[in-house]
């Protein structure tokens, strides 16, 4: 299934039309979150997902704001602005969210 998958999704890109592409790359999405059980085991350093979810849009509007996207590649500020925002998720789970959980169950 992911090699059809891949295929209709570059095929899309390669002829610029728009009929399957979602769905194709919904079930790319699917075989990569299902089939690499490496990356099932992300939980084990801690939730980040929160610290993520608060501090990508401000960091990414952050960047815009600055005109980056305009002056820097692209993708050099879209992989920079990943790390950011993971650095910051971490450090939010390590020094905020992990020490008042701690709190919480020991009261």
Request: a positive charge; glycine letters at 4%; proline letters at 4%.
């Amino acid at each position: 299934m992911a090699p059809l998958a891949l295929a209709i999704f570059f095929l899309e890109v390669y002829f610029n039309v728009n009929y399957f592409r979602a769905l194709a790359f919904a079930t790319l999405i699917y075989y990569v979150a299902f089939h690499f059980k490496s990356l099932n085991n992300f939980g084990r350093y801690g939730d980040f997902s929160y610290g993520i979810y608060i501090f990508h849009f401000p960091l990414i509007q952050l960047l815009i704001s600055f005109h980056l996207f305009e002056f820097i590649n692209p993708w050099l500020c879209l992989t920079g602005i990943i790390f950011i925002t993971l650095a910051c998720g971490w450090f939010s789970w390590k020094y905020i969210e992990k020490p008042f959980l701690a709190r919480k169950r020991t009261e």
